[in-house]
């Protein structure tokens, strides 16, 4: 069955420590994307990675950094997590030339901040 | 950066009712989708519309890419309380490259 792997159901960090989150899909996906998901405010991309080593910045990247060293994985970093990082955070992953429509997304990790 | 505005926020229904939501924006998209996420999981994509004027099926939902390219409606008959859960709108933006855009979600319990 394929499917993206999110590493953690929940966690719970406290103010000022470096999260990572880490997401990993097995269906040889050339696109990974990070996304933010709050009540009222629907699903917002942090950061999305088309290839390997390659990132660029979505629509609320502050506060946050990704890296992609090998194609099935895709880290979230944040440097020095605040209360305000509180959230359900979301991988995804699609194949090259779909368009980002075709996003297969992980359960989710929920992250509370202390 | 561009939100789509879903409505409504949430609905309390008896099985068996049908259901209607819709996604609006100020801007054109050139394709819409529609996803649902179940309690614990991540979305899942349901239907994807890609001309204005389109309806599309897929068993008991239908969805509809809206003729001023602006919004788009889905409707769920004879609801079961398997439906329960956040449906999400997305959008590409005409222009906007292949960037997906999501609507602030509708939340759905059925009442047996």
């Known amino acids: 069955d394929v499917k993206v792997t999110q590493s953690s159901r929940y966690l719970v960090k406290r103010t000022g420590e470096k999260v990572f989150l880490e997401c990993v899909q097995d269906?040889?996906?050339?696109?990974m994307f990070w996304y933010r998901q709050d009540p009222g405010l629907g699903l917002r991309l942090i950061y999305f990675?088309?290839?390997?080593?390659m990132k660029e910045k979505g629509d609320i990247p502050e506060g946050y950094s990704v890296s992609r060293e090998k194609k099935e994985r895709f880290s979230l970093i944040l440097e020095s997590a605040s209360t305000n990082q509180t959230s359900m955070y979301l991988c995804?992953?699609?194949?090259w030339g779909t368009g980002d429509e075709k996003l297969f997304f992980g359960s989710g990790t929920q992250l509370s901040v202390l | 950066g561009q939100q789509l505005n879903q409505s409504p926020q949430s609905m309390f229904i008896q099985e068996g009712e049908d259901v209607s939501m819709n996604c609006t924006s100020s801007?054109?998209?050139?394709?819409w989708l529609w996803y649902k996420q179940d309690p614990g999981e991540g979305p899942v994509l349901l239907i994807a519309?890609?001309?204005?004027?389109e309806l599309t099926s897929n068993g008991r939902l239908t969805a509809q890419f809206g003729i001023t390219r602006k919004d788009s409606f889905l409707n769920i008959s004879a609801s079961i309380p398997s439906d329960v859960g956040i449906y999400f709108c997305?959008?590409?933006?005409?222009?906007?490259?292949?960037?997906?855009?999501f609507g602030t979600g509708t939340q759905l319990k059925v009442e047996l």
């Open positions: 269906m040889d996906h050339e696109n």
């Open positions: 990675s088309y290839d390997v080593k």
């Open positions: 519309l890609y001309k204005a004027g």
């Open positions: 801007s054109i998209f050139n394709t």
């Open positions: 997305a959008g590409i933006l005409t222009g906007g490259g292949n960037k997906l855009t």
């Open positions: 995804a992953s699609s194949p």
